[in-house]
């Protein structure tokens, strides 16, 4: 593929940032478009930032000036006054939109598997799922009434080495450590599709400036997934705990008890999900799964003990924790 700019909002998350350094050792011309604060994921210094608060549209039209570019892409629209802005704000600029929605927005829980993309999208239990449908609703309509050359994607649960998928992120991995048992949704079968951020980004980098993407939707997930169980085990496994103690606990209950938590559970992480790629494939072959979790969870505790300033607990978490615990036990 021909040399192509890219404008990318954000540029420093688990999933852009990888996709920001693949676009960069595949020759493309990429700029960042963010507030300019630290992050822990280093960019390229090939990289051309651009400091604005995407969320004041003034600040983002001195930055770009009149400059186009071959595609935008969206890590950070969240609401559909924020995709409204973005029109606005990249309408006539770019010759691709591309949109991150999310795969929580198909339908919860799905009425069969693998979820595609005509699975409908319906999210009863999270208003962050029903928000990306409203914007993807939003992007449809203007496809339809102005030809908008846009593509949505939606990525299932994407981490790097900086992110722990469980409920209690590092905090679980103190527990497991510390001898203590950590707490499981639900009875820790369910199937969940984890997908590192450097198969995404062979994707979702495929993607842009493809123009057999333009005015389609695409789902990019890996094709491996887990059980919670398994998922919990090989962190224990990678800290140095072969046999990590798992208390299941419905997911309801864990909502009870830590009511943040239940939307992104019964929502989301409740259920199997797994999903059917051929799609994004069929267009990007060269994507599969290249890091199962057993080696990304090794990634992420070695990433972790390498950085002591990672390692936060949450005491009010963990003390959460042990009342689930005990509850289960009192059955």
């Not at 630290?38 to 983002?60: G, Q």
């Not at 979702?204 to 398994?230: C, K, M, R, Y």
């Not at 070695?302 to 005491?315: I, Y």
Request: negative net charge.
């Amino acid at each position: 593929m021909a040399t192509k700019t890219f404008l990318f909002i954000g540029g420093t998350g688990t999933i852009s940032a990888s996709s920001v350094r693949l676009a960069v050792e595949r020759g493309h011309r990429v700029t960042v478009l963010n507030r300019g604060r630290e992050s822990s994921r280093a960019l390229p210094p090939e990289v051309e930032t651009l400091v604005a608060d995407i969320r004041n549209p003034e600040s983002v039209r001195a930055a770009l000036g009149s400059r186009e570019f071959d595609v935008v892409a969206e890590f950070l629209a969240f609401t559909p006054e924020h995709l409204q802005t973005d029109l606005g704000l990249f309408g006539g600029r770019t010759g691709q939109y591309v949109f991150i929605s999310s795969a929580s927005a198909y339908q919860t829980p799905p009425a069969r598997l693998p979820v595609t993309e005509s699975t409908p999208l319906v999210n009863p239990f999270w208003k962050y799922s029903q928000d990306k449908i409203a914007c993807e609703d939003i992007l449809v309509a203007a496809v339809r009434e102005r030809g908008l050359p846009i593509t949505i994607v939606r990525p299932s649960h994407t981490y790097d080495e900086t992110r722990l998928p469980t409920t209690g992120g590092w905090t679980d991995v103190a527990r497991m450590r510390a001898g203590k048992p950590v707490v499981v949704h639900g009875d820790g079968t369910s199937l969940w599709t984890i997908t590192h951020a450097r198969d995404f980004a062979v994707a979702f980098v495929g993607l842009l400036g493809n123009p057999l993407a333009i005015g389609e939707t695409f789902h990019i997930t890996g094709d491996h997934s887990p059980t919670w169980n398994q998922i919990y085990t090989w962190i224990g496994e990678a800290a140095g705990v072969p046999e990590p103690e798992l208390v299941h606990v419905a997911s309801e209950t864990i909502g009870r008890v830590l009511p943040d938590q239940l939307a992104g559970l019964i929502g989301d992480k409740a259920h199997s999900m797994v999903f059917d790629n051929s799609k994004v494939k069929a267009l990007v072959p060269e994507f599969t799964t290249t890091v199962p979790y057993w080696q990304g969870a090794a990634e992420a505790i070695a990433w972790f003990d390498a950085h002591p300033e990672a390692q936060q607990t949450d005491a009010s978490l963990d003390a959460a924790f042990d009342k689930l615990v005990a509850h289960a036990r009192s059955l």
